[in-house]
T-cell receptor, first 113, second 113 residues
Framework: DAKTTQPTSMDCAEGRAANLPCNHS???????VYWYRQIHSQGPQYIIH???NNETNEMASLIITEDRKSSTLILPHATLRDTAVYYC??????????????FGKGTKLSVKP | DAGITQSPRHKVTETGTPVTLRCHQT?????MYWYRQDPGHGLRLIHY???????DKGEVSDGYSVSRSKTEDFLLTLESATSSQTSVYFC????????????FGPGTRLTVT
């Protein structure tokens, strides 16, 4: 079972920031938070991941709370092409099957003109 | 995009026939994975490989076998296809286990009639 809780769906206006929340209250010290998205009929696309500190790349920012029990993915200027299902995944950093990704149901983000 | 191709992209087959799906990568990544995606279940791991001839089972491995004779190729075989194996199959690769992202292929849509 997925170790994360996300809202089923969210809307965002084009050009505005999209803030996608994720709860992972049972996260352990050696588990990372990963974000992927899946645009309709395509394979999942890696966005960003982090352990404790906030992270930023060309696609998004990841804000992790100090207690690490929740995080927020921020798309700073959402476009129509960002409409997708967004998955928040908690994953061990060690090897074996425990290190594999477990996808939950995700959040369907709809960016509207 | 990561150099991952899947073949075929679409296949319709009859119950009881063997089916082999191929994943090919040009990235020289050590780890390769097969997932299936079904409505209401998200993505689920079938099998993964951590090197040539080194494979292990995932969450939903019953009815599937895999082989990896070369770094670049990971084959998924349904020995005797059933209607419950109708799904979209995604291959993924990662450089190593641990805090490394997985990159996904475009998917294969398999229909078993």
């Amino acid at each position: 079972d997925a170790k994360t809780t996300q809202p089923t769906s969210m809307d965002c206006a084009e050009g505005r920031a999209a803030n996608l929340p994720c709860n992972h209250s049972t996260i352990s010290g050696n588990e990372y938070v990963y974000w992927y998205r899946q645009i309709h009929s395509q394979g999942p696309q890696y966005i960003i991941h982090g352990l404790k500190n906030n992270e930023t790349n060309e696609m998004a920012s990841l804000i992790i709370t100090e207690d690490r029990k929740s995080s927020t993915l921020i798309l700073p200027h959402a476009t129509l092409r960002d409409t997708a299902v967004y998955y928040c995944i908690v994953r061990l950093s060690s090897g074996g099957s425990q290190g594999n990704l477990i996808f939950g149901k995700g959040t369907k983000l709809s960016v509207k003109p | 995009d990561a150099g991952i191709t899947q073949s075929p992209r679409h296949k319709v087959t009859e119950t009881g026939t063997p089916v082999t799906l191929r994943c090919h990568q040009t990235e020289n990544h050590r780890y390769m994975y097969w997932y299936r995606q079904d409505p209401g279940h998200g993505l689920r791991l079938i099998h993964y490989s951590y090197g040539v001839k080194d494979t292990d089972k995932g969450e939903v491995s019953d009815g599937y076998s895999v082989s990896r004779s070369k770094t670049e190729d990971f084959l998924l075989t349904l020995e005797s296809a059933t209607s419950s194996q109708t799904s979209v199959y995604f291959c993924a690769i990662s450089w190593d286990i641990g805090a490394y992202e997985q990159y996904f292929g475009p998917g294969t849509r398999l229909t078993v009639t």
